[in-house]
Every structure is written in C-alpha cells, then in structure tokens.
T-cell receptor, first 112, second 113 residues
C-alpha cells in the first residue's frame, strides 16, 4: 500500500545544533516529494520540493533535503537550528493518481 | 501570507447540523484542494477541483461535498455533522492540475458539540 512514514513523532534539539528529520515513502515509482512546516495555529508552508534532477534540494529558511532512491527516503536537514524553527514538520508525496499523502508529522522542540 | 483565504476562521455547531466552509485561491491558481487535520487522523486529503471540475478524490465522506465556482472560489459542505468531524479544515491552491506546489490557507477550525 502507498504510504508516507515519519518515524519520529517528536524531536528535541538544542539551538545551534544540527537537525535531521526522517521521511520514508512506499510507492511504485518516484513520486513528487515535499516538506511542509506548520507553526502553531497556522497553515502549512512549503519548505522545499523534489520532482527530478539533483537529489539535494535547497529550500527556504536554510533547510535542505536529500532524495535517496535506494532508501526510498527524503530526509530534511538543517545545519544549525534556530529557536524559531520549533514547529511541526510534514513530509508529503504526490503519486501518479494525483493524491497527496502526508506523513503523521514530526514535532520539533528547540532547547535554548 | 500565502494569498489563500478561508472563512470563517472558527465555527461551532451542533451534531446533525450542516455547515459551509469557503475558500478563495491565490490569484491565478486554478486548482483548489481541501484537507482535514485532526488529532487522530492526521492530515488527510479530501478532494481537488481544477477550473470548476472535480479532479481527484481522497478520503472524503459521503456527507461531505465540495464545488468550485466560475470565479474559482470553492466551498466545502459538511452535513449531518458528528462529533468526530471536529477538525481543522484547510484549503490549498496551485496553478495547475499536477499538484506541484500548493499554497495553504490558514484553515477553518470546526467544533461540533
């Protein structure tokens, strides 16, 4: 069955530390891949997306993600986390049937 | 500000009632999508319209329906409401039908009592 998995429900990192949020998908072909961020009480904001080409994608706010076909993964990274990055992060995929599926989300807490 | 507007921001109603949520897409966007976000189900895609026509259907209940009007705004109708329908309902829009980049509105928070 088609699915998107974010294995970490909650992650806590110290301000200034590096961050990696995991995302794995299960689809027959390479889907379109996205990372969104949701701050409390807000809608979702697109951080970055991957359709094809260079597997390392740069996004807004200093985020990047790497598509690894062999691992069916699209992990989100940031070298140095800021307190304002505390939010919920969603990985999403769009497959051939035009259906967008979201992972369960990872809540990021940033310690001072 | 994504450019997508949703009204109302909050809605409180009783079981068995019917409500209508409204969404105005970004200027120039032809596709509108509806999502439901709840604690137990997470974020779920409900339905997509492109230039007035239904294009894709997700986990939308039969009690729910949507439409997109000639001016491209969209409405999501929820009827025979149940307690479990309490959730945040998001609308998103994109330029074309391929669901490439979606811009999300701030959401409508529905509470069914």
């Amino acid at each position: 069955a088609q699915s998107v998995t974010q294995p970490d429900i909650h992650i806590t990192v110290s301000e200034g530390a590096s961050l990696e949020l995991r995302c794995n998908y299960s689809y027959g072909a390479t889907p379109y891949l996205f990372w969104y961020v949701q701050s409390p009480g807000q809608g979702l904001q697109l951080l970055l997306k991957y359709f094809s080409g260079d597997t390392l994608v740069q996004g807004i706010k200093g985020f990047e993600a790497e598509f690894k076909r062999s691992q069916s993964s699209f992990n989100l990274r940031k070298p140095s986390v800021h307190w304002s990055d505390a939010a919920e992060y969603f990985c999403a995929v769009v497959a051939n049937n035009n259906d967008m599926r979201f992972g369960a989300g990872t809540r990021l807490t940033v310690k001072p | 500000d994504s450019g997508v507007t949703q009204t109302p921001k909050h809605l409180i109603t009783a079981t068995g009632q019917r409500v209508t949520l409204r969404c105005s897409p970004r200027s120039g966007d032809l596709s509108v999508y509806w999502y439901q976000q709840s604690l137990d189900q997470g974020l779920q895609f409900l339905i997509q319209y492109y230039n007035g026509e239904e294009r894709a259907k997700g986990n939308i209940l039969e009690r729910f329906s949507a439409q997109q009007f000639p001016d491209l705004h969209s409405e999501l109708n929820l009827s025979s409401l149940e307690l479990g329908d309490s959730a945040l309902y998001f609308c998103a829009s994109s330029v074309d039908v391929l669901q490439e980049t979606q811009y999300f509105g701030p959401g409508t928070r529905l509470l069914v009592l």
